[in-house]
């Protein structure tokens, strides 16, 4: 048993009551400019519907969703390929045959074979990490233009054989005679013939990502109706916005051989009762995170037109945001594997010079209902902050009418490699409909990282 597990937090207040608990904060009009530096703009961002793995992509390969995001932000924009300094993918679990997926679907969109591309991994924050590669390459002066995005297929993942067999076949490959071949095929089992089958789960520690939330949550006292709460607010607010015509970074995608997608096929409200007849999905018989209050495996990408702001302007762009400071966190992976908004968060504020009164729009990453109001409480907590961060006060907690209005990875999905990229422009796009100035971008990964970016809506 950890200390974390006997910290005194207060009980969150219920669902219903969040949102009174906040006025709506009246909006700074200073910019975060800063001498010498160059802006960097979003112009636009686009996305493939976000689709359950297993569903209507389930017979493609990840450049091939990765072609249909860079296709999809080229009709979006009109911007020439030829304009495009670099592109930069994020992904997760890899195809071996298109293990540097950015290049072979810039490839595939038509982009110049003159034009690099590289392609990076963060688990759930890849994307984050393509986009801000993208601003330092620009913001360096390097690039003017970059196209930064992030996919992920889950639905064919590579399962190996298990290392003895490979072994076995390797051995066999080198074997320069008859002799040398049966004597290695004499030492096969059949247990040689049992796959290794990948998991969601801690290298470090082995642990599922899924039994680490549940841990989270019993140590923060998240019940299982908090939980469920959230979730149902996720997915009763994405459906909301799809139906309101808000997803506007959503792109129709015709998959080959089949219909044409238009929309991401997750969002799922329920109701509280159905939800609690489910049993608990890693922790048994006692645990609380369930199908229900999960994200999904899901299949997606997505892609952002990233450019130095005179540049824009001078192309007749109308961006739709700035991006500003940025935070990546660290921490144990093991009891706080999850937490990353919540150490990333009071950073990135304080380099803005910013506080949490400043941010109109709240876009965190929904990994797990009991990892967004883990985070929650942690943020509301001096306690944790003294004791964990080493602050002398705590952060705050997020006002809830300003956060994930238009869903968030519980319902709309969350293709692992691409989520940052929705995340910036969920983040941009709720900005210039609600009239705020400054979004918060923030993510937990694997490994016990996080990141949070400021996002500043563009004067209209």
Not at 7 to 22: D, I, N, Q
Not at 46 to 60: A, E, N
Not at 349 to 359: Q, V
Request: charged share 20%; with cysteine.
């Amino acid at each position: 048993m950890t200390t974390i597990l006997t910290c005194p937090f207060k009980k969150l207040p219920t669902t219903s009551k969040w949102a009174l608990r906040f006025a709506v904060q009246t909006k700074t009009k200073k910019t975060l400019a800063k001498p010498n530096i160059r802006n960097v703009v979003v112009v636009d961002g686009v996305r493939t519907p976000f689709l359950l793995s297993g569903t209507s992509y389930k017979d493609l390969m990840p450049h091939d969703l990765a072609r249909a995001a860079l296709t999809g932000l080229l009709h979006r924009t009109s911007v020439p390929k030829e304009v495009v300094d670099y592109i930069i993918f994020g992904t997760v679990i890899q195809e071996v045959k298109t293990s540097n997926v950015a290049r072979e679907a810039a490839l595939g969109a038509g982009f110049s074979d003159k034009t690099p591309a590289h392609t990076v991994t963060m688990a759930c924050i890849s994307a984050n990490q393509a986009m801000t590669t993208g601003v330092g390459l620009i913001a360096s002066g390097q690039c003017d233009v970059i196209v930064a995005g992030g996919v992920e297929l889950m639905s064919d993942i590579p399962i190996r054989h298990s290392r003895k067999m490979r072994k076995l076949m390797l051995d066999l490959n080198k074997a320069k005679s008859m002799g040398q071949r049966l004597s290695l095929i004499s030492k096969f089992r059949l247990n040689f013939l049992a796959p290794e089958l990948p998991a969601v789960a801690e290298f470090s520690t082995s642990e599922t990502m899924g039994h680490s939330a549940d841990r989270l949550a019993a140590a923060f006292a998240v019940s299982r109706l908090e939980q469920d709460e959230y979730a149902l607010r996720s997915h009763s607010l994405a459906k909301k916005a799809q139906d309101e015509g808000l997803l506007s970074d959503v792109v129709p995608f015709r998959v080959p051989g089949k219909d044409t997608v238009t929309k991401d096929n997750g969002i799922r409200p329920s109701s509280l009762e159905q939800m609690a007849k489910l049993k608990p999905a890693f922790i048994k018989p006692y645990g609380t995170v369930t199908a229900a209050n999960s994200s999904f495996l899901t299949d997606g990408a997505s892609a952002m037109l990233i450019m130095a702001e005179e540049k824009a302007l001078a192309m007749g762009y109308k961006p739709k945001a700035y991006l500003r400071d940025f935070m990546y966190v660290s921490q144990d992976p093991k009891d706080q594997l999850l937490l990353g908004p919540t150490y990333a968060t009071p950073k990135v504020l304080e380099k803005a010079g910013l506080t949490m009164n400043d941010i109109d729009a709240f876009e965190f990453h929904e990994a797990f209902s009991g990892q967004i109001l883990a985070n929650f409480k942690a943020m509301d907590s001096d306690w944790f902050a003294e004791n964990y961060m080493g602050r002398k006060t705590k952060v705050g907690l997020p006002p809830l009418e300003k956060f994930n209005n238009w869903g968030g990875s519980l319902s709309l999905g969350h293709p692992f490699g691409a989520t940052g990229c929705r995340l910036v422009m969920a983040a941009a796009n709720r900005l210039r409909k609600e009239g705020g100035q400054y979004g918060l971008v923030a993510a937990c990964a694997a490994g016990g990282q996080g990141h949070a970016m400021i996002v500043e809506a563009y004067p209209k």
